[in-house]
């Protein structure tokens, strides 16, 4: 079984960052792909970014557009997710999420086993 708790959440203002953090506990944390998923109100949950267990691939949603990036910390058994120029429409509930990997160099857009909490990222206009 796999916990996952998210940090870093806030308020920010438009064109601000934030950086959100994953500790992940409970398995072998390189066996596994991690990402970050979010929801809005009233929104289905949509993909945002994901990385291999290797570290090596990366997969970012469309919106995405060079804005976010996912990194993966193997001493601290971290995942984190850097925002940049971020906007409005980026407010949501933010998840971390882990399964695991079928090969080394993959990073899925879905089908993820285990979910943390969620932190709230909220951006002002």
């Known amino acids: 079984q796999v916990q996952l708790v998210e940090s870093g959440g806030g308020l920010v203002e438009a064109g601000g960052s934030l950086r959100l953090a994953c500790v992940v506990s409970?398995?072998?944390?390189?066996?596994?792909?991690l990402g970050w998923f979010r929801q809005a109100p009233g929104k289905e949950r949509e993909f945002v970014a994901a990385v291999s267990r290797n570290g090596d691939v990366t997969n970012t949603g469309a919106f995405v557009r060079g804005r976010f990036a996912i990194s993966r910390d193997y001493f601290k058994n971290e995942v984190y997710l850097q925002m940049n120029s971020l906007k409005p429409e980026d407010t949501a509930v933010y998840y971390c999420?882990?399964?695991?990997?079928?090969?080394?160099?993959?990073?899925?857009?879905?089908?993820?086993?285990?979910w943390g909490q969620g932190t709230q990222v909220t951006v002002s206009s």
């Open positions: 999420a882990a399964r695991l990997a079928v090969s080394s160099a993959w990073a899925p857009p879905n089908d993820y086993t285990y």
């Open positions: 409970g398995d072998t944390f390189s066996d596994h792909v």
